[in-house]
């Protein structure tokens, strides 16, 4: 996109902090200032268990805020806040994670899922999580079967039997030795991530490092 098509775009459609919904001012990228203090970051060196995986990092805690804005993000401005969530997992892998990384892979949608939303939002940050951290993004793994949605779901039995054999590896998607980083929007009780992690490493990974914007207490 040329640069005066972008200005013009910034001028009719200004950029808004994703979490709060306000305008940016002068300044201030990605995020206003007030979010970047009041959000509820997660303190280094809390990663959470999750099976399958070596470890499950995220930025933030999925409450207020953040809650808010990842909703907007699945149901309305998919690609334009893509970017800075993006940005914000980048960050906090590159931070909190010292081993080597072979590739990015993410947490898939069912066809019909995708089909009714038009975009694949872990999809869309695992892609910008490779930009800003110059790893190669790959898929690896397919829903094999619709599930109901996790978060109406009260119990972790219920939500670990809802996505049982649901995802399955790619074919050739060669993962024997590899250090994989494995994207999703929000880890809750973490049945869909380590349903994930298990197939990669059934296929051969040697590490899953899970990552995702926000965390549920
Ligand atoms: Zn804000």
């Known amino acids: 996109m040329s640069r005066l098509l972008h200005r013009l775009l ?3 459609y200004p950029p808004k902090c994703p979490f709060c919904g306000r305008v940016l001012d002068q300044g201030e990228e990605g995020l206003c200032f007030a979010c970047q203090r009041a959000l509820p970051w997660v303190e280094e060196g809390s990663a959470r268990a999750v099976d399958f995986c070596d470890v499950c990092l995220s930025p933030l805690w999925y409450r207020d805020g953040v809650r808010k804005g990842i909703h907007r993000y699945k149901f309305q401005h998919g690609r334009a806040h893509s970017r800075l969530f993006g940005d914000l997992m980048a960050q906090c892998l590159q931070d909190r994670w010292k081993e080597p990384v072979d590739f990015i892979t993410w947490v898939p949608l069912s066809k019909q899922r995708l089909r009714a939303r038009g975009y694949d939002q872990a999809r869309l940050l695992a892609q910008r999580v490779g930009e800003m951290t110059g790893l190669p993004v790959r898929p690896t793994l397919v829903k094999t079967r619709s599930t109901r949605v996790q978060s109406r779901l009260g119990q972790e039995d219920a939500r670990k039997a809802n996505v049982l054999g649901a995802y399955a590896c790619l074919p050739g998607a060669e993962l024997v030795g590899r250090q994989v980083v494995l994207v999703d929007d929000v880890v809750t009780s973490g049945a ?11 296929a051969g990974a040697q590490s899953v490092v899970a990552l995702t914007l926000a965390r549920a207490k």
């Not at 869909?192 to 059934?202: G, H, I, K, Q, W």
């Open 192 to 202: 869909t991530l380590s349903e994930c992690a298990a197939c990669l490493r059934e």
């Open 10 to 12: 910034a001028l009719i």
